[in-house]
């Protein structure tokens, strides 16, 4: 009979194996995401220091945790700046970030440097959890370095596609009420000030109220809507932007050509919720399947089992 020591030793056996395996899968699906956008040719945004400074002044005061790393993060970026290897990292992240819209307004190398930082932390329990297998192992917590970059990168992924489904979500709305303020008599920037206003906290009311703070330091509205769209590298804010430029070059009626966008936006939205919807019922076509196989072999086990067991005579007398 198996000791209980036997059983413990097995047991954490089994979990630092386990971690071991998850940690290689999660660098190669690291490495994957990061060619594979590459070979589709994603771009990636800009952003202005002006712009980068304003979310860097809102995250300090809003985070206690980030005010604190802050200051110690442009000494740690010099650092981080000169490991070899380390423009992969940075590259990848760099792409995410300005998909997940700059939160804090990191700089690239200051952005690596955070994802090291986490790595360090994560270097602790991993640490703790080889040495509780052997003290010797210890040392091997240091695979948590190359963890945090890949967690970070996943993280801003994740919200830069939250970013982009909500833009999306409320750009008809946004139009709309554009095309009711302009209809009103009010100027472009009133009726962005408006926007900007009712919907305080979402990201597309953010971009513009960052494209209102650039034209009120100066800049020309037709390289403040080009900062928009290279801030928000969306088909529908590139649209956007495309036709209010075009409208101001050739005098035409704002509100009428964003009236148009609007209708066009909302057939789009409704053509991809169709293809979405479409492919949602293949895909639930496989799990089925496999619950149905499930279920008939719940339902004909037990005559299988009798057949094996006993035999079935057709010999009649």
Known sequence: MPTFEAIQGNLILLIVTILSIGV???L??????RIVPEKLGVGVGVISESQRRMRRTRSAGSSGLFGLILPMLPALAAVTSKVPGIDVVRKDLTKNYARAGWPGGLTDDELVAMSLLVGAVLCVPL?????????FLAPLGIVGLLMGPGLVSTKLMGQGK??????????PFVLDLLVLSLRAGASLSVAMDI???????HPLG?????TLKDIEMGTTLK???????NRVPSHVIRTFVDEVIQSEELGRPIAGTLERLSDRVRVNRVQDATNVAGKAKVMVLVPGLLVLLATLIVLFTPWIVKFQEEGVSLSTR
């Open 24 to 26: 290689f899968v999660g």
């Open 28 to 33: 190669g699906l690291f490495l994957l995401m």
């Open 127 to 135: 640490g703790a959890l080889f040495a509780l297998y052997d003290p």
């Open 162 to 171: 939250v970013r982009d489904n909500a833009i999306i979500r409320v750009m």
């Open 195 to 201: 926007v900007a206003k009712d919907y305080a906290g």
């Open 206 to 210: 953010e971009e513009f109220r960052a």
């Open 223 to 229: 390289t403040a809507f080009e900062n928009l769209s």
